[in-house]
């Protein structure tokens, strides 16, 4: 089986990084990685997301998925998802869509992410996949954006902390590290928590390989 992982960002380093990621999780899959034709390196705005979606847009209309059986969008926004429902054969799935849908199976949770202004996108990504209910908030690590990400080490340690104030004040049966570009981040916390941690990328994999099974591309 092949799957299409593909980065909404320009950062070829996020590419690499994240693909590394999807293939650990299955490795009997094989991943390939795009990354955005345009748009910015780091999304952290509505603006960015849909520059993001744009570019996504474009790139599957120069390079259709041919010899894949899905395509995975790794931005948390999960932009162009319905977009590429429409205009692909293959199933589609998010990083948001699949992370949110494994932490709702253990209860509450809470989304952990370094960007305040994607909150209310992340909000409704949650109320539109049907996980009103039990979505608990978005949590974020304190300092700018841009400063947090770009120290690794400490970017575990702020997503750590956040992580512990979710479970402290929210009541988080469970979190979902919100982004694609955290994915190295969240798996270097993912065990060291209460509750479960559930990282979008690998979880973005097995729900892709769920659908690719299925007759319906958008199950």
Same mark, same amino acid.
């Given at each position: 089986?092949? &799957?299409?992982?593909?980065?909404?960002?320009?950062?070829?380093?996020?590419?690499?990084?994240?693909?590394?990621?999807? *293939? /650990?999780?299955?490795?009997a899959v094989e991943i390939d990685g795009l990354s955005a034709p345009?748009?910015?390196?780091?999304?952290?705005? %509505?603006?960015? &997301?849909? =520059?993001? #979606?744009?570019?996504?847009?474009? &790139?599957?209309?120069?390079?259709?998925?041919?010899?894949?059986?899905?395509?995975?969008?790794?931005?948390?926004?999960?932009?162009?998802?319905?977009?590429?429902?429409?205009?692909?054969?293959?199933?589609?799935?998010?990083i948001a869509e699949a992370g949110m849908a494994e932490a709702a *199976?253990?209860?509450?949770?809470?989304?952990?992410?370094?960007?305040?202004?994607?909150? %209310?996108?992340?909000?409704?990504?949650? /109320?539109?996949?049907?996980?009103?209910?039990?979505?608990?908030?978005?949590?974020?690590? /304190?300092?700018? +954006?841009?400063?947090?990400?770009g120290d690794r080490q400490g970017l575990a340690d702020a997503l $750590?902390?956040?992580?512990?104030?979710?479970?402290?004040?929210?009541?988080?049966?469970?979190?979902?590290?919100?982004?694609?570009?955290?994915?190295?981040?969240?798996?270097? =916390?993912?065990?060291?928590?209460?509750?479960?941690?559930?990282?979008?990328?690998?979880?973005?994999?097995?729900?892709? +390989?769920? $659908?690719?099974? #299925?007759?319906?591309?958008?199950?």
């Amino acid at each position: 089986m092949r &799957l299409l992982l593909i980065n909404p960002n320009t950062s070829q380093a996020t590419t690499a990084a994240m693909v590394g990621i999807a *293939r /650990e999780s299955l490795p009997a899959v094989e991943i390939d990685g795009l990354s955005a034709p345009f748009g910015v390196p780091l999304i952290t705005s %509505p603006t960015a &997301l849909e =520059i993001g #979606r744009q570019a996504v847009n474009a &790139l599957i209309a120069g390079r259709p998925p041919f010899g894949y059986q899905g395509i995975i969008i790794a931005a948390f926004g999960d932009p162009a998802l319905s977009d590429l429902r429409q205009a692909v054969a293959v199933p589609v799935t998010g990083i948001a869509e699949a992370g949110m849908a494994e932490a709702a *199976r253990h209860g509450r949770f809470a989304v952990v992410t370094t960007t305040p202004e994607l909150a %209310p996108a992340i909000a409704e990504r949650a /109320e539109a996949y049907g996980h009103g209910d039990v979505f608990l908030g978005t949590v974020l690590t /304190e300092g700018d +954006v841009h400063q947090v990400m770009g120290d690794r080490q400490g970017l575990a340690d702020a997503l $750590r902390e956040a992580c512990e104030r979710a479970v402290r004040d929210l009541g988080a049966q469970a979190l979902v590290i919100g982004g694609g570009p955290l994915a190295v981040a969240a798996r270097a =916390i993912a065990h060291s928590l209460p509750v479960p941690i559930i990282e979008p990328v690998p979880a973005a994999v097995r729900l892709a +390989v769920r $659908r690719a099974g #299925r007759s319906n591309p958008a199950d």
